[in-house]
């Protein structure tokens, strides 16, 4: 297949978010359960399933086989759903608490050239959430539909007061979806450099004018010494950013430097 | 990796990748503070620095001009000798006794100068700007980094034999010279354990390219010949006109320290320390330098005796005989 994914993409269609949220209010708080990978969040990262694979193993996880409605795909959500023309897998709504944040990671299932493509619909946002892909912010709205390559790295940290919610929809590609992506194209707002990575590329530049300070860092062999080393100096000269960033750049690092033997 | 560093100021950092992106072409500069390289080969020493978190996070990316303005701003040590071979010869077992002396920046089969060296054959553009950057290179890479440095050796990739013209070029007063071994000799260690070069296909556009679908109908033992042959024959015509020195692995290590000091600029204790290298160098790796000729040969077989002798054994004796000329007139006082 010819077509390229973007990186990410704001669909044409839009959904009516204060309904949405409404509608997420009516549910139940105790539908409400953790996220499955326990290993890569702090704070509440949650969810509500609305389509759920029949072979998983909790109704927020990935499975193999076939997708169902839940008991909370209620005729509200599957009109909702009804407006994509594609065959859904999983479909769940995702709530990151204040202050939470998920690490840095790539969903390789979803690269996979017939992989399914996931597209999220802000419920409840602000500007205080930073949704960084490849290390950039992604500016989505409430009640925009975004495409997001979610193969490539990418984390969600909530700097604000109030829960992030979004309905999360996995797909099967086909020829609407792809034509939706390249519709919506032409207009997708620019990804912005996050607070984070701007202060990290801030940091660097003023390390690499200080041979005594790339000493100091550069002498490092062990990581944990290195990162708290680099946060602290960074800090006391008024750079801030997270260890994620650091993460980030060194994982960039890497890849710059193995990508010379891909083909 | 961050942007343009502000000072321009590249001490403590080598260049350790350039390649081309589209039409432009950029350098990687990672950080070495003052440690030697002293590892048996450039990517050795580049894999033990990308060990450090340091050069993961804070790796410099640049183009080509950052190379320019820094050798303008602090010039490396200007080379004192190339060795060029055809593999399976000694020549890393010479760089690493070189490698040893504090007097030495020894540069085994740097990446990034073979990257130049190549250019043209990709980019058409490049014939114009090669001389100018490949200087620039071997200067950032041949920076005093603990102050005793007085000495560059370069040793090269076997397949870097095609592009002396454009070496002899750009360091016209550097002397060099051409390490090899009896063939089938070469032959039967790249038969057990083929280097790139040997592999089609593997180091990417080259003279040594054969025409599409040939190397793959080819047996193993006549490529191998092949690819030897045209080493060898290159390195033979590159000699007789360019002014390069024959030396036979036979000769190792007892040369290094005798007809070739001079070129590799070793006075009689930096002999001294190169030759102690080797019992050291020899002991730990336990590999190199036993007499393993008679060993080799006897594991030749029939077809790759036969294709050895018709693709690389000419060029060999016409090096073998060039040798001798040379020999013969070093020992005659001028």
Redesign the interface.
């Known amino acids: 297949m010819s077509f390229i994914l973007p990186a990410c993409a704001r669909l044409p269609m839009r959904f009516d978010s204060q309904a949405l949220g409404a509608a997420v209010e009516a549910l139940p708080l105790q539908a409400w359960q953790p996220h499955f990978n326990t290993g890569y969040y702090e704070g509440d990262w949650s969810g509500i399933a609305l389509r759920a694979y029949e072979d998983a193993s909790t109704p927020l996880a990935p499975g193999q086989g076939e997708t169902q409605a839940t008991e909370y795909c209620d005729e509200f959500w599957q009109a909702q759903l009804a407006r994509l023309k594609v065959g859904l897998c999983s479909v769940r709504l995702l709530r990151l608490g204040p202050g939470g944040s998920i690490r840095e990671h790539r969903d390789y299932d979803l690269g996979a050239p017939n992989g399914n493509l996931r597209l999220h619909v802000p419920i409840v946002t602000d500007a205080q959430v930073d949704f960084l892909l490849d290390g950039r912010k992604v500016p989505m709205q409430a009640g925009e539909c975004w495409f997001l390559d979610l193969s490539r790295p990418h984390r969600v940290e909530n700097h604000g007061g109030s829960s992030r919610i979004h309905l999360v929809i996995d797909c099967c590609r086909g020829p609407w979806l792809e034509a939706q992506i390249v519709a919506g194209l032409a207009d997708t707002p620019a990804s912005q450099p996050s607070r984070g990575s701007e202060a990290f590329?801030a940091f660097?530049?003023h390390?690499?004018?200080d041979?005594v300070l790339?000493?100091e860092?550069?002498?490092?062999?062990?990581?944990a010494a290195?990162?708290a080393a680099?946060l602290a100096l960074a800090a006391a000269r008024g750079y801030r950013f997270s260890d994620d960033d650091?993460r980030a750049?060194?994982?960039?690092?890497?890849s710059?430097?193995s990508k010379?033997w891909r083909v | 990796?961050?942007?343009l560093?502000?000072?321009g100021?590249w001490?403590?950092w080598l260049p350790i990748?350039v390649?081309r992106d589209a039409d432009a072409w950029s350098v990687?500069w990672c950080?070495f503070?003052n440690r030697p390289l002293r590892e048996p080969f450039f990517c050795d020493s580049v894999e033990l620095a990308?060990?450090?978190?340091?050069?993961?996070?804070?790796?410099?990316?640049t183009g080509m001009d950052a190379l320019l303005e820094w050798q303008q701003r602090s010039p490396g040590l200007p080379p004192t000798a190339f060795i060029l071979h055809a593999s399976r010869c000694g020549s890393t077992l010479m760089a690493q006794m070189l490698a040893r002396l504090d007097s030495h920046v020894v540069l085994s089969e740097p990446p990034p100068l073979d990257a130049l060296l190549r250019a043209h054959h990709h980019d058409p553009a490049a014939a114009a700007w090669q001389p100018a950057r490949i200087r620039a290179l071997l200067s950032a890479l041949a920076q005093s980094r603990q102050g005793g440095e007085r000495a560059l050796v370069v040793k090269l990739d076997a397949w870097n034999i095609f592009e002396l013209p454009l070496l002899r070029r750009c360091f016209p007063a550097t002397p060099w010279i051409f390490l090899y071994r009896d063939p089938l000799e070469i032959a039967i260690s790249q038969l057990h354990s083929p280097g790139r070069h040997m592999v089609p296909g593997l180091i990417g556009a080259s003279p040594l390219d054969m025409p599409a679908g040939q190397a793959a109908s080819l047996s193993r033992p006549e490529f191998i010949a092949r690819t030897l042959g045209s080493v060898l024959a290159a390195g033979f015509d590159h000699c007789a006109n360019h002014g390069g020195l024959a030396v036979n692995y036979t000769e190792l290590p007892q040369a290094v320290g005798g007809r070739l000091a001079g070129v590799l600029g070793l006075d009689a204790s930096d002999a001294i320390i190169a030759q102690a290298g080797l019992h050291e160098h020899a002991k730990r790796r336990g590999e190199l330098f036993e007499p393993d000729r008679e060993r080799k040969r006897q594991a030749a077989d029939e077809a790759t005796r036969t294709q050895v002798d018709r693709w690389a054994q000419t060029p060999y004796l016409a090096l073998e005989k060039l040798r001798m000329q040379q020999c013969a007139a070093e020992a005659t006082p001028a």
């Open positions: 590329a660097s530049a390390m690499h004018a041979p790339q000493a860092l550069a002498a490092h062999e062990d990581s290195f990162t680099v650091l750049a060194m994982s960039r690092g890497r710059d430097w010379q | 990796m961050a942007g560093t502000l000072s100021d001490r403590d990748r390649w990687d950080h503070g990308l060990r450090r978190p340091f050069n993961l996070a804070f790796r410099q990316n």
